[in-house]
């Protein structure tokens, strides 16, 4: 068996400060959408992703895909946003085991709601604080990640 390849003082810096500031961002986030709005980041989330599909619709499956959910959560929080009127789900008519979810007209309002609150918390507590290019590295570091990882 191999020696783990340690992390050096700076990279463990770094890896501290990312792994506690995107889970403080992400409470952060949580708790201004639950207040201002009875949604959670994953609900918000879904919605978001809903809201940008063709006919604001998409496959169960595919939509667990792309908001980084389990099929298993995701049922689940698509429960609580139907109950809420946000989102309806439907079955497949080529696909007796497919089921679509999709955006209800009072979901797309919700989230227009939600969105203008939620991209001045994103602003204020991550675009506005650091410098353009270290955002821009950012995105090209977490672009390298999700290849690695095989997300699309």
């Known amino acids: 068996m191999s020696e783990p390849r340690w992390l050096d003082a700076s990279q463990q810096r770094d890896w501290r400060a990312y792994v506690d500031g995107s889970v403080r961002l992400t409470e952060l986030m949580d708790r201004d959408l639950k207040t201002k709005h009875g ?8 919605l978001v992703r809903l809201s940008e599909a063709p006919d604001h619709r998409l496959r169960m499956a595919e939509l667990a ?40 007209e009072e979901g797309y309002a919700a989230l227009e709601r939600a969105a203008r609150d939620h991209v001045e918390v994103v602003r204020e507590h991550l675009i506005d604080v650091i410098d353009p290019a270290d955002l821009e590295a950012i995105g090209r570091a977490f672009g390298a990640v999700l290849k690695r990882l095989g997300a699309s």
Do not use: F, M, P, W
């Open 65 to 104: 895909a792309n908001a980084s959910q389990s099929r298993s959560r995701l049922s689940h929080t698509c429960s609580r946003l139907e109950s809420k009127g946000l989102v309806k789900r439907d079955n497949c008519g080529t696909d007796k085991r497919g089921v679509y979810a999709q955006l209800t």
């Open 39 to 46: 949604l959670s980041v994953s609900e918000y989330e879904i």
